[in-house]
């Protein structure tokens, strides 16, 4: 049974840090592109990163870039998203999803989910 588990996410202080893990079991995550995205109660689910399958091109929303890191460890078919400086507005729903080929923010060509992580910052 093919599973993305997203993983890592909890309460945090304004300025905080956490660090998200993707695990993927049942296929390699090396054949694909894998995005985060997020999701606010009442919010549409939008882009935050996204790491390429092949060159390791990286990708950032405007709202994180300089303060999100995502990576690769495929030893261990993993994705991993550093989040320093968290805002409140950082709060959400996180949510990692693999899709064959280059990275999009578009939600659509993304053959996999996770369940999603809970992070919420406080002030």
């Known amino acids: 049974q093919v599973q993305l588990v997203a993983s890592g996410g909890g309460l945090v202080q304004a300025g905080g840090s956490l660090r998200l893990s993707c695990a993927a079991s049942g296929f390699t995550l090396d054949d694909y592109a894998i995005g985060w995205f997020r999701q606010a109660p009442g919010k549409e689910r939008e882009g935050v990163s996204c790491?390429?399958?092949?060159?390791?091109?990286?990708y950032y929303g405007d709202s994180v870039l300089g303060r999100f890191t995502i990576s690769r460890d495929n030893a261990k078919n993993t994705v991993y998203l550093q989040m320093n400086s968290l805002k409140s507005e950082d709060t959400g729903v996180y949510y990692c999803?693999?899709?064959?080929?280059?990275?999009?923010?578009?939600?659509?060509?993304?053959?996999?989910w996770g369940q999603g992580t809970q992070v919420t910052v406080s002030s």
């Open positions: 790491i390429g399958s092949s060159d390791g091109s990286t």
């Open positions: 999803a693999a899709r064959l080929g280059v990275c999009s923010w578009s939600r659509s060509g993304y053959r996999y």
